[in-house]
Structures are given as C-alpha cells and as structure tokens.
C-alpha cells in the first residue's frame, strides 16, 4: 500500500479508472455540492478533500492501464462534473486555451495511435450513460431544461439523475460567479501543487476491504448492506477468472432482487421498528441469514458487528461455496419480501392468511427477533406448505401467549438461535404459559395489546360465521373502553357486582374492583371512529346512543365484537354494563383467543 498526497491532476497519469459494477451509485446531493464548491473557492486555505483508495490491476498486453476505485467515487465523479461544468461557463478561446488539459484529465485512448477519446472515469450501469453524456458534453439544451434538482430547504423532489442534477447545479451555481474566480478555480484544480487529495494505492493482492474499512471519508457513509455487498462480489471477481461470470451472478442475485425497480429499492429501505432500534429491511435480512448461516451468533456479537462478521466468513470460502451462498442469500431475499410484510393503512386482513397475519402480529408487537427463525421455516419447507403452516402457527402462539402473560423478551434473541437448531424447542416454550396463565393476563391488559387482539378475534369470528359477509378487514380501529377510565362522575350509581353478581357493599373495595375491570379485555372493544371526548365517560345508554349530534357507540359499530357482544344484548333489554358483564365477556374472549393460539 502506498499513501500520498495529490492534486487532481493524477488523473492524467491513470488510463481507465473503473469504479466496480456491485457499488452503490452516485448518491452526493446538492448540499455535498454545495460544500465542496463552497471549500473550493475559499482561494485563502488550504484545502482537504479525502481520500481516494484505488486498486491497480494487472496491465494485459494489448489493453489500456486499468484501475479500480474502491473508495472515493463520490468525490471523484464530483469533481469531474465540476471541472466539465467549469470549462462550458468560459468563452470559446480559453476553452481553446483548455481544452488539452481536459483531454488529457478526464479522457484517455486506449492506446498511442488511437485517434479516438474516451470517458477516464467508467461508471456503474446505474450511472454510465448519464455521466458519459455530462463528461461529453452531450446533454441536448431540452434534456438540460427538465433537469430538476433536488433540494431539501424548498422541498423540491427529483427524479433526475443525481449525476444530471449535480452537472446542473454547478452549471448555473458557476455563472453566479466572477468569470477570474471560475478561472483561478480551474487553474487551482490542475495544479499539480494543489494536494487536495490523499491516494491510497493498493496492489493487486492487497486487501481493499480491511483498509477501507480504516479510512474515515467524508461524504455519505457505507451502509452494514453496502459493506458486505462489497465484500461478497470483491471476493467473487477474487476466487472468478472471469469477470463477465461475476457481473452475472451479481445481476441474477443482487440486482434483480435489490436494485430491480423503485419498488424494489424501497420495499429493501424501509424501516421497522425492531426494539429500541430502527432498521431496514436489507439489514434485517442480511441479520436474518447470519444467524441461520451460524455467522452471527446472539449470545457473542452485537448488530455493529454484522459486516465484520460477514467477511470474516468470506474469508474463508471457496469459490463452489461462495456462488452456493450468493445464491442461497438471494433466495432468502426473494422469500423475506414474499412472506415478510410491510403493512400500511390500506392493507386488508384475512384471519385465513397465515403469512400476513404471523407478520402483522409480529409487525405490531414490534419484534423482529423471529425473522431467522421465519426465513429458516419458509426455507426449509418451501415445498411443503401444511408443515410450515404448523410450524409458523407456532410462532404465533409463543408471540402471543408471552405477550399477553407479560411475560420477557429479552431472551428472544437466544430463543431463536435454539429454534433454529432444535424446532421441537418451541413446542416446551409455548406450554410455559397455562391457559390460567392467559385468563388473567386478559384481565388486565394495554389499548396496543388489547387492540391486536380484538382485530385478530374479529377476523376470526368472521371467517367461521355466515352472519358478515364481509372477511377482509383493515387495521384501523379505535379501541374503546366500555366502562370508562374516569368512570367516577355518570357510572357511581351502577353497583360494583363480583363474579356472581352479588353487590360489594364496601367503598374501597368496590372501587378496587371497578378499577381493575376497566383494563380487562371484556371491557374494550374497537370502533371505526373515536368517540367524542364527552361522550366517552357517560353512562352507559347515553355512551350507546350518543346524544344530539354527538354520536355513540352505535353509530361507530362496525365490527361483530362490539354488535354482537354489546349493542344485541342492549336492544334485547339487557341495559346494564358492570363487572359481572365485564368477566363473562373476558371469559368468553378468552375461549377464542386460547382456540386461536
């Protein structure tokens, strides 16, 4: 490895300088932009940009002198564009005066007697076309006009090339300024004297990766999927002998899967809320495959350790063993975006669904935990749809069981290590819970809680009763408290009853009673609205019926659990709602909920 200081003239002693097909694109936005034109033209400093790490390849006879970036192409294609941008704002003769120095900076022949110029810098496909038409000076003054560039102050979007939005920023950004600062900048960036980079230049056989992974750029940083999607295809063209061979396996089992559509990049980019973290669904997968693989392993190594992990494990493969895992990789990918959601207001539910449902329930408590474990089921009985059914189901009941018995989850991580393993492990874990266990969770549960559940008895009832058509639901309901929280003011006149209806005459303990029923399952239910804040902690009959133009109950009861439960017994002339009424309906929500998991 060789590090040195250097202007940007080295281009002129580089032939093609490549930047590998498998690396992100060109991602700088205008406020990256506007940094480095802002650093640049401060002519009374010194001036750091980074550092370039480049890999030199073997010269073939016959071929042009070929390097790799391994780091640095952000910086790189900026500066390129900013040096194209500044030749077109001057006049015809000092482009004259300059055109050698752009020929000679950001163009090369492939060999001496070649008449024929050609881009230095060759981009990935995602950017190759628009960076050769910048470099080129081949953008059509229409293709110019529609250009928009993005900027986060006036909230404009884009969905222009960002190579395209960067060549337009600097165009017009450069004719703000005096025609002698546009020059003294030119001259400043071919100046061999100014060292505004750091080249790290690495050998053929040098690891790029563990240096790279030393160096502290600017810029927008590497994601943990970007890392070992580097790592995974750099040890591809390593192990290949044939380049094209590589470009195949990448586009088959990366960009096809990654990088496919919009959809697909932002299907991979969002988010969920895993514990007190936020990650995306690449990272989760990449998490996912690690633990399955034996990569990652709960008990030692913590998320940071995720890309550090993933190459060590390359390190030590073949060439037979790499392309199996790239594939076998691709393959969990495509079943974590079949099988693993991402909800949204819109998204209807069917308690028959058994992918969605394990993954809504999954989705709401927010535990991610189980993701290997999922992958592994749906990997390993791909073919054998009533197993894996089984076998999901069960994570449910574990999920749900823990989750209404309050039970930890901190030791979920490990859990799903020792399922993976052994799946006959689950089955002592979800007998943990008695269904005792679970009546007196019921009897005292959260609005989140209490609201996944509802919905979920709801479909339930739906799919096996012919009395609502309708089978699909959305997950947007209110969850109402029958008896209100704040029960003091209309509710003191209802006697506190016990389980067998007998009044309890004394104050204090009547009051603990009431107070321990409001968060009993029995007492919520879900509504397609909320009430009106007044008419919430009424008694019971004006709550039902509302009153003038504030509507109750009624108006909003939509779902089974609140029509069948609550407002057919009302209408039969049963109008009294207390505690015994609250235990007879948590036992018999219970019944359903013990059924279903």
Not at 333 to 349: C, M, P
Not at 468 to 494: A, C, F, G, R, T
Request: aromatic share 12%; with cysteine; glycine share 2%.
């Amino acid at each position: 490895m060789k590090a040195e200081a250097m202007s940007l003239t080295f281009l002129g002693n580089e032939g093609m300088v490549r930047i590998p097909f498998f690396q992100r694109g060109y991602v700088w936005n205008i406020e990256n932009w506007d940094d480095i034109l802002t650093d640049l033209l401060d002519f009374n400093k010194s001036h750091f940009l980074g550092s370039l790490i480049l890999k030199q390849l073997e010269k073939q006879t016959g071929k042009s002198k070929e390097v790799l970036i391994i780091d640095g192409q952000q910086r790189l294609t900026t500066l390129s564009v900013l040096l194209r941008a500044l030749y077109n704002s001057f006049d015809a003769d000092t482009q004259n005066n300059s055109e050698a120095s752009i020929k000679n900076y950001l163009f090369f022949k492939k060999n001496q007697t070649d008449k024929e110029f050609f881009v230095k810098i060759e981009h990935s496909k995602i950017d190759k076309k628009y960076f050769q038409k910048v470099i080129k000076n081949e953008v059509t003054q229409d293709e110019y006009d529609a250009i928009v560039v993005e900027n986060p102050v006036t909230k404009t979007s884009s969905k222009h090339s960002k190579v395209l939005q960067c060549f337009k920023y600097f165009t017009e950004k450069l004719m703000t300024i005096d025609v002698n600062k546009r020059l003294e900048l030119f001259n400043r960036l071919l100046d061999q004297e100014n060292k505004i980079l750091v080249i790290i230049d690495l050998s053929e056989k040098e690891d790029e990766q563990a240096i790279f992974d030393t160096i502290n750029s600017s810029g927008v940083r590497l994601s943990s999927a970007d890392i070992i999607k580097n790592a995974l295809f750099q040890k591809a063209l390593d192990l290949f002998d044939n380049t094209e061979e590589v470009e195949t396996l990448y586009t088959e089992n990366w960009q096809n899967i990654f990088l496919l559509d919009e959809e697909a990049i932002n299907f991979w980019d969002t988010t969920r809320t895993t514990g007190r973290l936020m990650r995306d669904n690449i990272e989760i997968l990449l998490h996912s495959v690690a633990v399955i693989k034996g990569v990652f392993d709960p008990d030692k190594h913590t998320l940071s350790d995720l890309s550090n992990l993933y190459k060590s494990y390359l390190s030590k493969v073949n060439k037979t063993d790499l392309e199996a895992f790239i594939q076998e990789f691709s393959k969990y990918a495509k079943l974590f975006r079949e099988k693993i959601q991402v909800f949204n207001a819109s998204t209807l539910f069917t308690y028959n669904d058994n992918y969605s449902r394990l993954s809504h329930i999954l989705s709401v408590c927010e535990i991610s935990t189980f993701h290997p474990y999922i992958l592994f089921l749906l990997y390993k009985y791909e073919h054998h749809e009533s197993k894996l059914f089984e076998e999901l189901k069960k994570i449910e009941q574990f999920v749900i069981r823990r989750m209404i018995t309050k039970s930890e989850t901190k030791s979920y991580n490990k859990m799903c290590k020792e399922f993976i393993k052994d799946s006959s492990a689950i089955d002592e874990k979800i007998l943990e819970q008695t269904n005792g266990d679970i009546l007196n969770g019921l009897s005292s549960i959260s609005n989140k809680n209490a609201t996944l559940l509802l919905f979920w008895v709801e479909l339930y009832r739906r799919a096996k009763d012919n009395r609502q058509s309708v089978k699909e639901l959305k997950y947007n309901y209110s969850l109402e408290h029958i008896m209100p929280q704040k029960w003091e003011e209309y509710w003191s006149k209802v006697d506190v009853v016990d389980s067998a209806s007998n009044i309890i005459s004394d104050p204090e303990e009547a009051k603990k009673e009431r107070n321990s029923k409001i968060y009993s399952i029995g007492n919520m239910t879900l509504l397609n609205s909320s009430l009106n804040t007044s008419i919430r902690n009424y008694e019971f009959s004006r709550k039902i019926e509302g009153e003038a133009r504030k509507r109750g109950i009624r108006y909003y009861a939509d779902l089974g659990i609140t029509r069948f439960d609550i407002l057919d017994v009302y209408d039969r002339g049963d109008q009294v709602w207390d505690e015994k009424k609250i235990i007879d309906r948590t036992a018999n929500l219970a019944n359903d909920i013990i059924t279903m998991w």
